[in-house]
């Protein structure tokens, strides 16, 4: 050995120790890092079970804040959510790890706190919308509730979604802390966690509010609608309160539409819609069920008195126009009511009957209508009369009477209106009011529309093969006029009977134009190419619209006889009688009065250029055999020309 091996020796034993201190040292610092990756890693798992598990952003914060305190070190954790309405933080979450009274104080007290932007650390955050450290309270002049319990470190982190705060995650602890960067990086990680769960969720309230609210109006659909009047009946059968239901149904809705467009017709119904919820009580639920119809589970409503009431305010919301492009439109509406437990239990027959009293109103324009069970078809009363009258059309049981109408002034032969009727076999003799509206509710104004005019043409063919040529008229059910295939069987029932087009006169009311004037007019001019004439029946009582009026291939106006009963009495309906010969007249119309009853009033429509009259005054509805000798001996018109030019008047 020499001096200069034992330096090497030594040099070398040296670099051995040093070496193996560093390899402790790594081995030491990759054990803690590799720690601290399992710490980060355990954390980021219970933040992804949290998110998965939980049903709300709520719900995912308190099942994250135990791992949160585990995993920095530290005793309290809270969660901050952003209330949107008052724009600022609630404690939605708290947690506090072991057992110190002053942690427990602390978490208890934090719980009833509300920040305001600004205050305290996590407002600071909500400001700012970055993290923010405190290695010591004392720091912060803000955070007097952490002093007060002895908590000296501080870390808040924002959850932003769209640029947005939406949430503020505080941990503190009872000692000064240093946050080091891959705390910060974690923090920050955990927060786009978080976020990810707030914008599922924020989807799935959207998902949630377009499948149970309108998107024209905001107000609930039907589903929801549904789910409201539930709750209401359960509450109802609890106190034994009562409730209602309303159907509200806008007239003319599809005239706005189609004059205006859809755009504007959306409008309109955003209008009535706030108009509506502002007449609510609290309890009240107002919903679009679909189309121009709105429904309302009403809780103050106990008696048909109550329901007249809340009809009258709404006929007051809806009382000004709405203006839409600068132009006024009136807002009519129709309203049915049901009232619980006098008119149903059950949810789908309160909505039913609620339902069958706004057609009743519809039918009526009478503004609204309270359910009764003579308005219901299917009551087990009225399901029975159904069926007879099913059969009956079947049969060919139905009878048809004829009541003739006559020129001016000489009260020459116009022709004659088909009027049918039904001898029951055992209720007797019933009213058309009795079974029209029941046909129409239960679909059988088909079959009845077609057996009345295959019947009147019949007849007419009979008076031919005697040698009286008399015109016939058949009203026409609305539905008729939205079936493509009905012009084919009036052309059908034409040629099975023989008769000439020109003795067929079709009677349709205002009404049938509403629900589709294009398809309407075109059935219109369809049958009017036949050589069939047309008349507008009960004209004054409808909707139509001159500008629809002045398109349709019409003959013949016919007053209705509530305007025409009071012509010599009430000036009002002398003025409309008037106006509406005029305007006929000026259209290329002729005009008959229907309802006329005594020589007063036959002289003063004649003074008015009246084209023709029907009503008592001239014969009576009856069967073809008891009118038989009065139509031989009435006056024939010169000429056998078509119905419209007989009943031209002064245009002919």
Known sequence: MTPDRDQRLEEVLAAERAARIEAEQLAERTTHELYDRQRELSLLAAVATAANRARTPEQALDHLLPSLCHHLGCPIAVAWLLDESAGDLRCAAAHHAGEESGHRGFVEAIRRRRLAPGEGLSGQVLSDGGALCLEDVRDELDLGLLRRHCLDGAIAFPVIVEGAVLAVITCVADEPLDFTPQVLALSACVCEMLAQVFERDRVEQDLRHEAYHDAVTGLPNRALFRERLRHALLLARRSELGIAVAVIDLDRFKEVNDTLGHEQGDRLLAEVGERLSRILAEGDTISRMGGDEFGLVLSRVRSVADAEAVAGRIAEALHEPVHLDGVPIGVDASIGIALHPTHGSDLGELIRRADIAMYAAKRARSGYTVYCPQLDPHTSDRLALASDLRLAIEAGELSVHYQPKVLMPGRALAGVEALVRWSHPVRG??????????????????????????????????????????????????????????????????????????????????????????????????????????????????????????????????????????????????????????????????????????????????????????????????????????????PKPPTAAHPRQLLAGPLG
């Not at 077609?450 to 031919?464: D, E, F, I, K, N």
């Not at 629809?548 to 019409?554: C, S």
């Open 429 to 634: 003799m019933l009213s058309p009011g009795e079974f029209i509206p029941l046909a129409e509710h239960t679909g059988l104004m088909g079959p009845l529309t077609s057996h009345v005019l295959r019947t009147a043409l019949t007849q007419v063919r009979g008076w031919l093969d005697e040698g009286l040529e008399v015109a016939v008229a058949v009203n026409v059910a609305p539905r008729s006029l939205l079936d493509p295939r009905f012009p084919r069987e009036v052309a059908g029932a034409l040629r099975d009977s023989g008769v000439p087009a020109r003795l067929l006169e079709l009677e349709v009311t205002e009404d049938s134009m509403l629900e589709d004037p294009d398809l309407a007019r075109a059935t219109l001019k369809e049958l009017s190419a036949m050589g069939v004439s047309i008349a507008i029946d009960d004209f004054g009582t409808g909707f139509s619209s001159l500008s629809q009026l002045k398109t349709l291939p019409v003959g013949t106006l016919k007053i209705d006889r509530s305007f025409v009963s009071g012509v010599c009495g009430d000036a009002r309906d002398a003025f409309i009688v008037r106006a509406a010969i005029r305007l006929g007249h000026d259209l290329g119309m002729a005009i008959v009065a229907e309802g006329v009853e005594d020589e007063e009033t036959f002289s003063l429509l004649r003074e008015l250029q009246c084209d023709a009259v029907q009503g008592y005054l001239v014969h009576r509805p009856a069967d073809a055999e008891a009118l038989a000798a009065w139509l031989r001996e009435v």
